[in-house]
């Protein structure tokens, strides 16, 4: 009887052994299994030099991060300049060819910010967001002339190029961004180039029956589209800021530079600009 | 250790990660094939360049005048245009920039041709009469707007203008008027939408020889009559988004306006563009070419040609002849028009005729149109005017041609050219609408405008007299005349009184 027992205890102290200690074991070693980030990402200004650079951390950010499996831009832009947007547009694309982005369109995604969003592979938007208006803008520099106390080594040395060359850089760089689009929205596309070329900005609903996005819905559902493309699951979502340990945006003019504390409400330098600028009143 | 426990303990082991790592990750994640734009493939569109136009410069006998406004807070700056006003010059044209001090009929009374660019300050029902008049006459009209800076906005007031509505009350005479918008093309531009490329042309001087006309943004205009530059069916308005045949220049009223949508094609560097410099030479040679009737209100620039000054034999060539003469010969050479003086009249030249009442017969052919009845009493005495003033002036013998034959009467007072002039001291005129004038002291302008020829006929009692009326040439105007019709009646000093050189209005 005794040996009986002690064998029945013996057995079940192996048991515990081989079986519960290696669960505990199994289960805290599973801990080190990282629950998958969405990272987020808040854009709701204009592109440029400061916001682009900020977009930029936050993409290498998730791109140089495992946990961070996908990434869910919130954005409501109009745009901006040219070499911001590219520089976003290329960061974009570097970080989808490790994990996938999904565009949620709010308020608008115009010019530059729509330019972003073909370099994402799904769009969301809502039925009354503002998507397209795709297309560039040029500020052209006032005629060459040369002034008595400031020498120059060249016709252009001040003034970059000539007025005309501006126009036929717009040219050339809406070509870019009409590639962008085709590549970037490929078969889903449904409209041909002269419509988009027009510079046309169209609703949510519009823009899906353009093509232009890939449906319509909430930021929840931009999140459900960005684990799944990632083909993760019970995911956290986490803002990319945070995490990059960025501060928070301080709200800054890019229209203006603000001549005499006043803010313009366009662009004061003569440039480039993949923007939505509704005309104005107070423009030149 | 058995193998069936290791195998247990492992399984154990792996269970909860196998577990929470299918909790997390389904699959590994499948990026979609990402293609970027070939940035570097691309590249600027330079366009077709214009072949230079050879300078030809017309040969108008007239230096014709063209009148530019800046009188109506014109949007652009005169030296913009620098190429069209370069290509006038060289055809030959005096430019004139619009005088705030005349009034606007006053200047196109000088003027072959007026241009109205992008005017924001409206014209006044007066300047409208006077540019129509000045078109009915044959004035060439042109009239250009442009979209790019067709809006003036005064801030002190909070008013804007638009130049198309300023343009389409001056033009609407003519059935013409200018749509408020632009048209684009967005299959085949010069680099830009709405720098639209032209290819279709209409039957016009103007448009001859074009093939390809770039203008950088247009505005189309609306008309009936003539157009000479039409879109495509893929030019655009920006009102619509709809095209066909949409018209960028044309011409109305029997090719004397000339409307353009476009002032950008004609500055720099656009001028150098496709066929846009040809274009630019045509309009300037419609310019200058129009051929303009006048009436007597135009005095003194009244001729189309270089002028004869007829003379007539009965008139001696003497020192006040000569100076007749001269005078009129400045104040023409004044208006650039060349003076020759002949006792026949040239072919394709205007004319002059100058004459005493005297030989009012020899005149007939350039007076009875205008329906003058003399009577006229001959006096056998030579007038104060002669006996003081005129001298023999031997310096200068009367040749053969220029002193008539002796009437056979005694003058012993006079030279033998003195007892031809004879002075009409007493009789009188009846002119139409003016009833019956005399003729001492009053001298008549007459003009008869012609397709080939105009006709100006001085007219007074004596040399003296006609000197005066000679004198309003110099003065640029008939002030002091009374005009009715194509007849002036002036009144000249008396041949009692001291003579004097310059007319009472001068």
């Given at each position: 009887?005794?040996e009986?027992?002690?064998s029945r205890s013996?057995g ?7 079986i519960?200690l290696?669960l505990?074991a199994g289960?805290?070693l599973?801990?080190?299994v990282p629950?998958p980030?969405?990272?987020v990402?808040?854009f709701g ?9 900020d977009l930029?951390?936050?993409?290498s950010y998730?791109r ?12 409501d832009?109009?745009g901006?300049?040219?070499?911001d947007?590219e520089?976003?547009?290329?960061e974009?694309?570097?970080l989808?060819e490790t994990?996938?982005?999904?565009t949620?369109?709010e308020g608008?995604a115009?010019?530059g910010?729509?330019?972003?969003s073909v370099?994402?592979?799904?769009v ?6 503002m ?5 560039v803008?040029?500020y052209?520099?006032d005629?060459?002339?040369v ?13 970059g190029?000539p ?5 036929r ?5 809406k070509q870019?961004f009409?590639?962008?689009v085709?590549?970037g ?20 609903a519009?823009?899906?029956r353009?093509g232009l996005?890939?449906e319509l819905?909430?930021?929840s559902?931009?999140?459900d589209?960005a684990a799944?493309l990632?083909?993760i699951?019970?995911?956290r979502?986490e803002?990319l ?7 928070e945006p301080q709200p ?5 530079k603000?001549n005499e ?9 003569p440039g480039l600009?993949y923007?939505?600028?509704p005309?104005?009143?107070d423009?030149? | 250790?058995?193998p069936i426990r290791?195998i247990?303990?492992l399984?154990?082991l792996l ?7 299918l909790?997390?990750?389904?699959g590994v994640y499948?990026p979609a094939m990402i293609?970027t734009?070939d940035?570097a493939?691309?590249?600027f569109?330079?366009p077709k360049?214009?072949?230079p136009v050879?300078?030809?410069p017309?040969k108008?006998?007239i ?6 406004d800046m009188s109506h807070?014109?949007s652009?700056?005169f030296?913009e ?7 006038l010059?060289?055809?030959g044209?005096?430019?004139?920039i619009s005088?705030?001090?005349l009034?606007l ?8 041709a007026?241009v ?5 300050s409206?014209?006044?029902t007066s300047e409208?009469d006077?540019?129509?008049q000045?078109?009915?006459?044959g004035?060439r009209?042109l009239?250009?707007?442009?979209p ?5 906005s005064?801030y002190?007031?909070g008013t804007s203008t638009?130049a ?7 033009t ?12 684009y093309?967005?299959e085949?531009n010069?680099?830009n939408?709405?720098?639209v490329?032209?290819t279709?042309?209409g039957?016009?001087?103007i448009?001859?020889g074009?093939s390809?006309l770039?203008l950088?943004s247009a505005?189309s205009i ?11 069916k893929n030019?655009?308005?920006?009102l ?5 045949s949409?018209?960028?220049?044309a011409?109305?009223?029997?090719d004397?306006?000339?409307?353009i949508g476009?002032?950008t ?7 150098q ?7 630019m030479?045509n ?6 070419t ?8 135009d005095?003194?620039?009244?001729f189309?040609?270089?002028?004869t ?5 009965k008139?001696p ?9 001269s005078?009129?010969?400045d104040g ?21 005729v100058?004459?005493t009442?005297n030989i009012i017969d020899?005149?007939k052919?350039?007076?009875?149109t205008f329906g003058?009845k003399?009577d006229?009493?001959?006096t056998?005495e ?6 003081a003033l005129?001298t023999?002036t031997?310096?200068?013998?009367p040749?053969?041609t220029?002193?008539?034959e002796?009437?056979?009467?005694p003058?012993p007072t006079?030279t033998?050219?003195e007892?031809?002039v004879e ?5 009188s005129?009846t002119v139409a609408g ?9 001298g008549?302008?007459l ?7 105009n006709?100006l ?6 040399v003296s007299?006609l000197q005066e ?11 002091g005349?009374?005009v ?6 002036c009144?000249?000093?008396p041949?009692?009184e ?6 009472s209005?001068?």
């Open positions: 009887m005794e009986s027992s002690k013996s079940w102290k192996i048991w515990v052994v081989i519960l290696p505990i289960i805290l599973s801990l080190l629950r980030i969405l990272g990402i808040y200004d204009d592109i440029n030099a400061t916001t682009a650079k930029i951390a936050q993409l998730a140089d991060t495992p946990d961070v499996r996908g990434v869910v831009i919130i954005l832009s109009p901006g300049t040219v070499t947007t520089s976003v547009y290329m974009l694309n570097r989808r994990k996938p982005i999904v949620m369109v608008m115009a010019s910010a729509f330019y972003m370099g994402t592979d799904y969301f938007a809502k039925p009354s967001s998507v397209g208006n795709i297309g803008i040029g052209l520099p005629p060459p002339f002034m008595e106390n400031i020498y120059s080594t060249g016709p252009y040395k001040m003034w190029s007025r005309d060359t501006y126009v850089e717009i040219e050339m760089l870019g009409l590639q962008a085709l590549l929205r490929g078969n889903r596309l449904k409209t041909t180039q002269d419509v988009i070329l027009r510079g046309q900005i169209w609703p949510g519009d823009g899906l353009l996005i890939d819905g909430a930021q559902q931009a999140y589209k799944s990632a083909k699951s019970h995911y979502i803002n800021r945070n995490l990059a340990g960025l501060p800054l003019p890019f229209y203006g603000a504390g006043v803010t313009a409400h366009y662009p004061t330098e600009y923007l939505y600028i005309f104005m009143e423009q030149p | 250790m058995k290791i247990i303990i399984v154990c269970i909860p990660i196998v577990v929470r790592t909790w997390f990750y389904q499948n293609s734009p940035y493939s691309l590249n569109k330079e360049l214009s072949t050879p300078e030809e017309i108008a006998s230096k014709p005048i063209v009148v530019f807070t014109n652009f700056l030296s245009i620098d190429s069209f006003t370069r290509a010059n060289n055809l044209a005096q430019i004139e005088d705030y001090n009034t009929g006053d200047q196109l009374k000088t003027a072959s007026y109205v660019i992008l005017p924001t409206f014209f006044t409208m006077a540019v129509i000045f078109v009915e006459r004035g009209l009239v250009i707007a442009d790019t800076r067709d809006v003036y005064d002190i007031s638009n198309v509505d300023v343009l389409n009350l001056l609407k005479s003519f059935d013409i008027s200018f749509s408020n918008d632009y048209v093309n967005l085949i010069e680099s939408f709405r720098n490329i032209y279709q042309f039957k016009s001087d448009v001859k074009l390809q770039v950088y505005q609306l008309t009936g009559q003539n157009p000479i530059v039409i879109g495509d030019t655009l308005s920006s619509t988004d709809q095209g066909g949409l018209i960028l220049a011409t109305g009223a029997k004397k306006v000339l409307a476009d002032m094609f004609m500055t720099n560097p656009y001028i563009v496709a066929d846009n410099q040809h274009f030479v309009i300037a040679k419609f310019l200058v129009g051929v303009k009737t006048h009436d007597l209100v005095f003194p620039r009244v189309n040609r270089n002028v000054l007829l003379t007539n034999e008139i060539m003497d020192s006040k002849f000569l100076g007749l003469l005078s009129v010969q023409l050479n004044l208006l650039n028009i060349k003076v020759q003086i002949s006792d026949k009249p040239i072919e394709g030249n205007d004319l002059l100058v004459g009442y020899d005149l052919p350039y007076t009875d003058l003399f006229i009493k001959k056998e030579p007038s104060v005017d002669e006996m005129e023999p031997p310096e200068i013998p040749t053969e220029l002193v008539p002796a009437t056979g009467k003058e006079r033998p050219e007892t031809v002075e009409f001291s007493k009789g005129v003016f009833g019956k004038l005399p003729i001492k002291g009053v008549l302008i003009y008869t405008p012609g397709t080939d020829q006709i006929v001085l007219l007074a009692d004596s007299s009326l000679s004198g309003y040439i110099s003065s640029g105007s008939l002030s005349c009374t009715q019709g194509q007849i002036a009646v009144q000249t000093t041949v009692e001291t003579p004097t050189a310059y007319p209005g001068y």
